[in-house]
């Protein structure tokens, strides 16, 4: 992956988050839909250089509406689409995997942001994830934004505790029309903002939840 020489365009934003560890961490974006398209999008803005993103499907005329592609980008693979306009509007080429899940996908990557709607899949990505590899663990439903951070070594525990029946837990991992656009974006602000903390090595929360219908956001340690 290459980005472009003009770093300047990121100096605005140093004071925020520590440069060398920007430069150096590795994020990977699986699947490219409502709420990865978007995430990579938000990455490669605050000058995250190493991207990755995996995702087999093509744009379709619905996902112009949430995601991040236009008209043009129809039937063009969405990881091929979203490198091309990403690199466009950042100068970052993120790199691009266009296929389905495989374990080999996410070595050596310091963190892994789940952004499929599969729950089998997902499941096997985070038994995939070695021990100080970081999980964010996206979903929204209608107007509910959700993200659970942990490291691999907790896994076993964490994981499952997302998918517990507390009536504040999204059970259904939705990438549908069930959520509202701009929740997509807000999902992508939550993302961004947990890498931003990690370059800072600062503790993450257990879970960020934003709701927009009661404009609420909160955390929880």
């Given at each position: 992956?290459k980005?472009?020489?003009?770093?300047?365009?990121?100096?605005?934003?140093?004071?925020?988050?520590?440069?060398?560890?920007?430069?150096?961490?590795?994020?990977?974006?699986v699947?490219?839909?409502?709420?990865?398209s978007?995430?990579v999008?938000?990455l490669?803005?605050?000058g995250i250089?190493?991207i990755?993103?995996?995702?087999?499907?093509?744009?379709?005329?619905?996902?112009?509406?949430?995601q991040?592609?236009?008209?043009?980008?129809?039937?063009?693979?969405?990881?091929?689409a979203?490198?091309?306009?990403?690199?466009?509007?950042?100068?970052v080429k993120i790199?691009?995997?266009?296929?389905?899940?495989?374990?080999?996908?996410?070595?050596?990557?310091?963190?892994?942001?789940?952004?499929?709607?599969?729950?089998?899949?997902?499941?096997?990505?985070?038994?995939?994830?070695?021990?100080?590899q970081?999980?964010?663990?996206?979903?929204?439903?209608?107007?509910?934004?959700q993200?659970?951070?942990?490291?691999g070594?907790?896994?076993e525990?964490?994981?499952?505790?997302?998918?517990?029946?507390?009536e504040?837990?999204?059970?259904?991992v939705?990438?549908?029309?069930?959520?509202?656009?701009?929740?997509?974006?807000?999902?992508?602000w939550?993302?961004?903002?947990?890498?931003?903390d990690?370059?800072?090595?600062?503790p993450?929360?257990?879970k960020?939840?934003?709701?927009?219908?009661n404009?609420?956001l909160?955390?929880?340690?």
């Amino acid at each position: 992956m290459k980005q472009a020489s003009n770093d300047s365009r990121f100096d605005r934003q140093s004071s925020l988050q520590n440069n060398d560890k920007r430069k150096e961490l590795k994020v990977c974006v699986v699947w490219a839909g409502w709420i990865g398209s978007n995430s990579v999008y938000c990455l490669a803005k605050q000058g995250i250089e190493h991207i990755k993103c995996i995702d087999f499907d093509k744009v379709e005329i619905e996902n112009t509406g949430s995601q991040f592609y236009t008209e043009k980008d129809i039937w063009k693979y969405k990881v091929e689409a979203l490198q091309e306009q990403v690199f466009c509007q950042t100068g970052v080429k993120i790199d691009i995997v266009k296929s389905k899940y495989r374990s080999s996908n996410i070595k050596g990557y310091d963190i892994i942001v789940l952004a499929l709607d599969n729950l089998e899949t997902r499941k096997a990505i985070v038994e995939d994830c070695g021990d100080w590899q970081i999980i964010l663990d996206t979903r929204m439903v209608k107007r509910i934004s959700q993200c659970f951070s942990f490291y691999g070594f907790q896994k076993e525990r964490w994981f499952e505790e997302c998918y517990t029946t507390d009536e504040n837990t999204i059970q259904e991992v939705a990438c549908t029309e069930k959520a509202i656009a701009h929740n997509a974006l807000m999902m992508a602000w939550i993302v961004g903002s947990l890498v931003c903390d990690i370059c800072n090595n600062k503790p993450l929360p257990r879970k960020v939840q934003c709701d927009m219908a009661n404009y609420v956001l909160s955390s929880n340690r």
